[in-house]
């Protein structure tokens, strides 16, 4: 050892809890300077700007110890809630036991055993392909379905979420999140139960698929009754593919482990799933498949990385996966969610006549749409007015901002320009939670109906920003 370097002073061991304790206070500054510089710009502006120290189950604590109710769950994330302790113990066990992951030459168990059990609550499918993200589960099944079918073009419905990478962004039905970066894939739209248009866009014979939301998150619109059964019908006729997206509706969020299986007899091809599977720590997505559409892909030795992924079937992701599904099987998760469900959706369609902002209750277990529309009163419909002549939505907004600032509770609307709510709390959510969400909500709609002036006020300052963001 030279002198130089015995004198060199010892680089201090990395410390996450210090790091944390020295500049968790610049989180918003840090964000605005390296990434995203929109999202804390938009936080600010409706007051979602908060500090949250911790988290278990359904709920987060802030620095001052105050409880707030989450009611969306990482937009569906979170199935189980945060830091569910069976999930921790196997993340915890699978670190402890150093396996030798990702060498890309072997066979490691964790994979096939949470393929087994995932294919155990998918009867009529038999293999999967694990990659990191629902976007990626959506982009396999896209690949998949064009290299079973020899057919270049995938249908979607209008105003379909399927994912922002280009694959999935070519099979996205809102305009919004599209524009600037095409040239994208084939595609073609069909409106959500619109059968005689799936029909003529069969007829043209290039479609290889037809990828669907049984219920669709920007709006919680589910799919009419008998429509996916007789799309099926249509598409096999045809040579083409059913994907059933259930990215966000699987795993239990519905109250069926897939909202495919509300409807009798439906079957897809693909299925796509991923957020809850993660357990909230690791991220996962699966793209689960019959068998003769994975022999069509892998079909030969030479093909046999023709579609890979980096991190695909890592010893953490698919132990988290394998103590969810343990955890949904050992703890009813699914019957507790369709139990739930119908508890706070019912609450809440019990409302809709009692206050004229309300329009309409929807959706199934937990995946609730709760509308407003316009009021029959002078005074409410020019209110409203106001707002939807600055940007529809606002009324959503101005919902949901008094919430979290008054109650504690965090919830979203459903999507851009419009005046829907969708609440996706974890599936562990009970009675107790319920009543304190209808409480809370009840208390906003009383506001506003009242004129109460914090809720209108906030809604003219949006209303202002809208249009001078024009």
Not at 194 to 205: P, S, T, V
Not at 254 to 274: I, M, N, R, S, W
Not at 293 to 316: E, P, T
Request: aromatic share 8%; charged share 25%.
């Amino acid at each position: 050892m030279t002198t130089a370097e015995s004198a060199s002073p010892q680089a201090a061991p990395f410390d996450l809890n210090g790091l944390l304790a020295a500049r968790g206070a610049e989180r918003y500054e840090l964000h605005d300077r390296y990434l995203n510089h929109q999202l804390p710009r938009m936080l600010h502006t409706i007051g979602f700007d908060k500090v949250y120290e911790r988290a278990a189950g359904a709920h987060f604590w802030d620095a001052e110890g105050n409880d707030y109710l989450d009611m969306l769950a990482g937009f569906g994330v979170m199935g189980l809630g945060r830091h569910h302790p069976v999930v921790r113990q196997a993340l915890h066990d699978v670190l402890d036991l150093q396996l030798a992951d990702l060498t890309r030459f072997d066979c490691p168990p964790l994979p096939g055993l949470l393929a087994e059990r995932l294919l155990g609550h998918s009867p009529h499918l038999d293999r999967v392909f694990f990659g990191n993200s629902g976007t990626e589960a959506v982009e396999g099944a896209l690949k998949f379905a064009r290299c079973a079918t020899g057919r270049s073009r995938v249908l979607y419905c209008e105003h379909a979420f399927h994912g922002l990478t280009v694959g999935s962004l070519s099979v996205n039905g809102e305009s919004s999140f599209r524009d600037g970066f095409g040239p994208l894939l084939p595609d073609g739209v069909v409106a959500l139960g619109d059968l005689d248009a799936l029909e003529r866009e069969l007829k043209r014979g290039d479609v290889a698929a037809l990828i669907v939301e049984p219920i669709q998150g920007k709006g919680v619109h589910a799919t009419p009754p008998g429509y996916l059964r007789a799309a099926q019908e249509l598409l096999h006729r045809h040579k083409a593919l059913l994907i059933a997206d259930e990215v966000q509706t699987g795993l239990g969020r519905t109250g069926d482990f897939y909202a495919y299986q509300h409807e009798e007899g439906v079957e897809p091809d693909l299925v796509c799933v991923a957020k809850a599977l993660s357990g909230g720590y690791v991220p996962v997505g699966a793209t689960l498949g019959r068998d003769w559409i994975f022999r069509k892909v892998f079909s030969s030795m030479d093909r046999v990385l023709v579609h890979s992924a980096s991190f695909g079937s890592n010893a953490q992701a698919m132990a988290a996966g394998l103590a969810v599904l343990s955890v949904m099987e050992d703890e009813g998760i699914v019957a507790r969610a369709r139990a739930t469900g119908e508890l706070l959706k019912s609450r809440l369609t019990g409302l809709v006549g009692e206050y004229e902002l309300l329009a309409d209750v929807r959706g199934r277990g937990l995946m609730i749409g709760v509308e407003f529309g316009r009021p029959r009163s002078l005074r409410l419909r020019s209110r409203w007015t106001m707002l939807q002549a600055a940007r529809k939505g606002l009324f959503a907004q101005m919902v949901v901002v008094p919430l979290l600032q008054r109650h504690r509770i965090l919830t979203q609307v459903s999507g851009d320009h419009l005046e829907v709510i969708k609440l996706i709390p974890p599936l562990v959510i009970d009675e107790a939670d319920v009543d304190r969400f209808v409480g809370a909500f009840r208390a906003v709609m009383d506001d506003a109906h009242n004129g109460g002036g914090l809720v209108w006020d906030f809604g003219k300052t949006l209303a202002r920003q809208a249009v001078s963001g024009r």
